[in-house]
Nanobody, 126 residues
Framework: QVQLVESGGGMVQAGGSLRVSCAASGRTFSGYVMGWFRQAPGAEREFVAA????????YYTDSVKGRFTISRDNAKNTVYLQMNSLKAEDTAVYYC???????????????????WGQGTQVTVSS
């Protein structure tokens, strides 16, 4: 089992920045691909970014490329999502998720992940 707890959400004006974090506990953190998803009201949960064991292996959805950066600190069992140049359409509940490394890194659908956090709200005002 892996337990995930997100933090760092909040409200920010458009163009601003925010960093959300996800602390993991349980099984060996470094053995998991970590992903961030988001879900806006009335919408399906969508993939945002994923990172393999090393921060040199990352993948992003097109709408956040160049604005968001995913990273991880294996010593702290934590994954981060730095969000810059935020837009109103980035407003959503952000979830972190974990999947076994054996499934690969480019894991862009929710069903590929085994463990989920409770989510943290990010609101961008225009």
């Amino acid at each position: 089992q892996v337990q995930l707890v997100e933090s760092g959400g909040g409200m920010v004006q458009a163009g601003g920045s925010l960093r959300v974090s996800c602390a993991a506990s349980g099984r060996t953190f470094s053995g998991y691909v970590m992903g961030w998803f988001r879900q806006a009201p009335g919408a399906e949960r969508e993939f945002v970014a994923a990172v393999g064991w090393s921060i040199s292996t990352t993948y992003y959805t097109d709408s956040v490329k160049g604005r968001f950066t995913i990273s991880r600190d294996n010593a702290k069992n934590t994954v981060y999502l730095q969000m810059n140049s935020l837009k109103a359409e980035d407003t959503a509940v952000y979830y972190c998720a974990a999947a076994p490394m054996s499934r690969g890194v480019v894991l862009t659908t929710a069903r590929m992940y085994d463990y989920w956090g409770q989510g943290t709200q990010v609101t961008v005002s225009s």
